[in-house]
């Protein structure tokens, strides 16, 4: 399976974005599918995760981030609203799958299939 993630751009504090996470090569519509981000100079982190449809968040974008999944298009969203300068990073999309656990659907090592990244950057 292919992962293609986009919507990535520049906004402003407060503003909104919407990723895309787009599979190809096998349906996803199954999948533990889950978004991660890396702040320049930073380590990779876990952001949320869709388990079936069951969603979870790290506590740090709990409330402004929904994650979606539309199983027509083969695809998962992130919604991001009140964007913050430290979401600023780039964010990957991930596959598994099947229905991982929690601990394992918040860690990289997670995955088996990853997307390229798209950029977001949030200015003050």
């Known amino acids: 399976v292919q992962l293609q993630a986009s919507g990535g751009g520049l906004v402003q504090a407060g503003g909104s974005l919407r990723l895309s996470c787009v599979a190809s090569?096998?349906?996803?519509?199954?999948?533990?599918v889950g978004w991660f981000r890396q702040a320049p100079g930073k380590e990779r982190e876990f952001v949320a995760t869709i388990r079936w449809t069951e969603t979870s968040y790290a506590e740090r974008v709990k409330g402004r981030f929904t994650v979606s999944r539309d199983t027509g298009k083969n695809t998962v969203y992130l919604q991001m609203n009140g964007l913050k300068p430290e979401d600023t990073a780039v964010y990957y999309c991930?596959?598994?799958?099947?229905?991982?656990?929690?601990?394992?659907?918040?860690?990289?090592?997670?995955?088996?299939?990853w997307g390229q990244g798209t950029e977001v950057t949030v200015s003050s």
């Open positions: 991930a596959a598994r799958p099947g229905r991982s656990i929690l601990s394992v659907a918040t860690t990289e090592g997670g995955y088996d299939y």
């Open positions: 090569g096998r349906t996803i519509s199954r999948d533990t």
